[in-house]
């Protein structure tokens, strides 16, 4: 037995006012809060803890919250996208949802006055946005072709909806986990293709033969953050592919909740207690917890194909099912586009939809006989199945239009300098750009061929937006992280520095 023993702090703001309340405490405050209206409520109960129920206060449009979802694996039905819709549908000009890094839904616009009988809604629906902002586990990733892959080795969508169930007690919220030292990512790869990006979660589970049996090789510590990003590194344990997988969740979480650093916000994520401990301590502690012995990691995993991006229609391992990848530029969508999603998901599938974290749409079970009459919908006008190269690989975070944190605008930026690119340009594969408006890296500027990452700069004696240029990022197999080539390049000189880029490193021809 270690000894591992509590750290004694003095605690920070966040410390403190979570100690005081818990953020899900506020929970029952909500009918209140709804007659109150926002301006009257508690300013910590406001600005964090209704983040403990996935109700973001934007100072950027304020009285308009954003309201973060939990979509396990990113699986929804065509009801649950229905109800979503019909929510940011009421909200007219100020209603959307965009799809996120982490297959996830986030919807805008709301009003905290109606977010009871949003919540009546989601229980009705299966659906909850409890714990997944602040210091709790995020959405919980999963394989995008989790059971429909012929290539597939684990169906990992029961191990992601037991994970989040177990976390958040069935949807209903937990108070054994909503004080964690930070946000913690979980994410469960079951082919591959690595296309969860499982080095860049706390805890991933990545598949891996153990003695001839399928199971997980298990990495920790994956994390990105404005002072330091850092790869996942093995546990050196392997488990089956069953509730061992709930229970490892379960006793990491423990350790990372009970012996985590909490005095400094920028070195809390898991990767600085094990840097403190060492991984030997670390896993021995986590084996404590589990509460069995830990095998020992398989020699290697099962990962050896680059990542696929979905887009497009591909046969599923059912015969004669089909399914099909829709782009969703900037992975943005309104009502119109939600209700029709739902519509064809049920005219032409089985009534499931699934997100993607290169933040697209995947409509599965797609019978052969329904692939042509599928193919002349409207809809698919704006949402390809064969977008160009460079808008078919592009990701952006919120940005400035709804994020306080962010730099520059993003979104809108981001779709419009394509256009540019792709009007001058010759592709001949996609590039993967990846935009984020801040060094907090929501939209994983690190993983990507190009990654740009908001930035101040001064230009002719002002200070102007820019970006910070990183190179070098590799996903799938082998996956790396890209790295900060240049500094400071003010938006408005980008576009001569990424063409120049695009022809001389990625094989791209001016027309
Ligand atoms: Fe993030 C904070 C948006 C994925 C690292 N992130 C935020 C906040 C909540 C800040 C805020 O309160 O305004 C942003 C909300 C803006 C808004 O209105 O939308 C925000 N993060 C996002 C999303 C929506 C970006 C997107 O457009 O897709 C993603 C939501 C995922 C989800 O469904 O839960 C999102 N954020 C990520 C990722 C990518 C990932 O998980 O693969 C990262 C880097 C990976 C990681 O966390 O290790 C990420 N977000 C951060 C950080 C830096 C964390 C740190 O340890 O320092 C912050 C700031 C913080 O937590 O203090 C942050
Ligand atoms: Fe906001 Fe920065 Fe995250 Fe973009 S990277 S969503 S600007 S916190």
New binding site residues.
């Given amino acids: 037995m270690v000894e591992a023993t509590k750290p004694v702090t003095s605690l920070n703001k966040f410390e403190q006012f979570k100690a005081e309340k818990d953020g899900l405490a506020v929970k029952d405050q909500l009918e209140q809060f709804a007659q109150l209206g926002w301006e009257a409520i508690d300013k910590t109960d406001l600005e964090h803890r209704l983040k403990w129920l996935g109700i973001?206060y934007?100072p950027v449009t304020p009285g308009k919250f954003?309201m973060?979802m939990r979509i396990p694996n990113g699986i929804l039905t065509s009801n649950q996208m229905q109800v979503l819709a019909e929510i940011v549908q009421r909200y007219g000009e100020d209603g959307n949802a965009?799809i996120?890094?982490?297959q996830?839904l986030?919807l805008r616009g709301v009003r905290l006055e109606d977010v009871p009988d949003i919540f009546r809604r989601f229980e009705q629906a299966g659906l909850t946005s409890v714990q997944?902002?602040m210091d709790n586990v995020?959405?919980i990733t999963g394989s995008p072709m989790a059971g429909i892959d012929a290539h597939e080795l684990i169906d990992t969508r029961g191990l992601v909806r037991k994970v989040q169930d177990m976390i958040t007690n069935n949807g209903k919220g937990n108070f054994a986990f909503t004080n964690l030292p930070?946000?913690f990512?979980i994410a469960l790869e079951g082919g591959r293709d690595n296309s969860v990006?499982a080095e860049?979660n706390d805890i991933a589970f990545v598949p891996a033969y153990k003695d001839g049996e399928l199971g997980f090789n298990v990495v920790v510590g994956?994390?990105?953050?404005?002072k330091r990003c850092e790869a996942a590194v093995p546990l050196n344990a392997w488990v089956p592919a069953n509730d061992d997988v709930v229970d490892l969740c379960r006793a990491i979480l423990v350790v990372y909740r009970d012996y985590g650093l909490r005095a400094n916000?920028?070195k809390s994520?898991l990767m600085w207690l094990i840097d403190e401990w060492g991984m030997e301590k670390f896993r021995i502690v986590v084996e404590e917890h589990f509460g069995r012995t830990l095998l020992t990691a398989a020699e290697e995993d099962e990962i050896d194909w680059d990542k696929r991006d979905h887009i497009g229609i591909y046969p599923q391992k059912q015969s004669g099912l089909n399914y099909v990848g829709l782009h969703i530029p900037i992975?943005r969508l309104y009502a119109e586009d939600m209700f029709e999603l739902a519509r064809i998901a049920e005219v032409y599938g089985s009534g499931e939809i699934r997100l993607t974290?290169e933040?697209n749409v995947i409509i599965p079970n797609i019978p052969d006989s329904r692939l042509k009459p599928f193919l002349t919908e409207p809809l698919l006008e704006r949402f390809s199945l064969n977008p160009a190269p460079l808008t078919r690989a592009l990701i952006?975070?919120?940005g400035a239009q709804?994020?306080?944190?962010a730099l520059i605008e993003t979104k809108n930026r981001a779709l419009a300098m394509i256009k540019v690119l792709e009007a001058e340009l010759e592709m001949t594969r996609p590039v993967r750009i990846h935009w984020t408006g801040c060094p907090?890296?929501?939209?994983?500027p690190q993983v990507a061929d190009i990654g740009l990452m908001g930035t101040k700069v001064r230009k002719d004696g002002k200070a102007v937006e820019g970006v910070d240029l990183y190179l070098g990022g590799k996903v799938g197999k082998d996956a790396k992280l890209g790295t900060c080539v240049q500094k400071g390049i003010p938006c408005d000189d980008l576009l001569p520095v990424l063409r120049n880029l695009l022809i001389e490193n990625f094989g791209a021809k001016s027309k």
Avoid: E, L, W
Wanted: with cysteine.
């Fill in positions: 973001f934007r954003m973060r965009d996120t890094t982490r996830n986030q997944s902002g995020r959405n930070r946000k990512n990006h860049i994956g994390f990105f953050s404005a916000r920028q994520r992975g974290v933040q952006s975070c919120t709804f994020c306080n944190f907090n890296s929501c939209g994983q």
